[in-house]
């Protein structure tokens, strides 16, 4: 309850640095708003990005300096921090598009037989791996509804794509990740056991 | 997939993501590359209502239907060019409610 008060409080205070920001041309109030939100859109670009830091800082420069740009067209319809999510997201694919980074997806293959896990101190390096065999969708998905903790409803905003395939995606992916991490559970169960 | 194996996963996915990247110094780099917002011009706007309602007024200054409409509307009289006058004033009015009441809605 304190949580959702929390997020309303948050989403409140950003409304009205943005008002600041359109009506008084207020840079100040853009600095706050910046500084607010750069830690978890340029979290949002490595991960989407695989890590790739400068890669990542680079295209949260430009997700800035458009929404700096575009803000007018900001309606309070979603939070500002999602629809920050959304115009990073809108440069991720543009970059995707011009390197053809998706393509990607032909080392799928070689990826599916990556040998089971030994150590438990590998369990996050396998989940990195088994992150990477899902397809860009459905990684898309996981990171903004479990690891960015946003609502079905607003991934589907960020990602412009229909809630009932944000749902299908998320389920899929969890499905495809519990299979590659199988090893990891038996294991868990016999240790359990013994 | 049950519950507690989908909460196991969701778990491990939200240990593997690193939360918000530390500013250092990205904050102020991309405010000395803001350029200076652009201020929306009005004024094509308001001149282009300005001329419109000059033109509609000086087309409709001829008409007879609305003099008349005009006159007998003044001398209480509710002929069908007094209605008719008032029902394109009534329906005028109409749209502008409606056009408020949408740009209402959606800010």
Not at chain 1, 125 to 131: I, K
Request: glycine share 4%; hydrophobic share 50%.
């Amino acid at each position: 309850m304190a949580c959702v008060a929390d997020s309303a409080a948050e989403a409140h205070i950003d409304r009205a640095l943005v008002t600041r920001v359109l009506l008084g041309d207020d840079r100040s109030a853009f600095e706050q708003l910046l500084r607010r939100h750069q830690g978890m859109v340029r979290a949002q670009l490595r991960r989407l990005l695989h890590g790739d830091a400068a890669a990542a800082d680079d295209l949260a420069q430009e997700t800035f300096l458009l929404a700096w740009r575009k803000l007018d067209q900001f309606r309070g319809d979603a939070r500002f921090s999602t629809w920050l999510y959304r115009i990073a997201y809108t440069c991720f694919l543009q970059v995707c598009r011009k390197t053809a980074m998706l393509a990607g997806d032909a080392d799928e293959g070689e990826a599916e037989n990556v040998p089971a896990p030994a150590h438990a101190m590998d369990l996050q390096l396998d989940l990195e791996r088994a992150m990477r065999r899902l397809s860009a969708a459905e990684q898309a998905v996981l990171l903004h509804c479990v690891q960015m903790e946003l609502s079905h409803e607003e991934t589907a905003y960020v990602l412009a794509m229909p809630l009932g395939t944000v749902k299908t995606h998320a389920m899929r992916g969890k499905a495809k990740l519990k299979t590659s991490l199988a090893a990891w559970h038996e294991a868990a169960g016999k240790e359990k056991a013994s | 997939m049950n519950e507690e194996q989908s909460d196991a996963i969701e778990l491990l996915l939200r240990r593997q993501f690193d939360g918000p990247v530390p500013d250092e110094d990205f904050s102020r780099q991309v405010m000395q590359r803001l350029p200076q917002r652009r201020r929306r011009v009005t004024w094509p706007l308001w001149s282009g209502i300005l001329m419109g309602a000059v033109a509609c007024w000086l087309a409709l200054l001829s008409s007879p239907l609305l003099r008349a409409g005009w006159q007998d509307w003044v001398n209480d009289h509710w002929s069908a060019s007094a209605v008719t006058v008032l029902l394109v004033m009534l329906g005028m009015a109409m749209l502008a409610l409606v056009w408020g009441v949408a740009e209402a809605e959606d800010r």
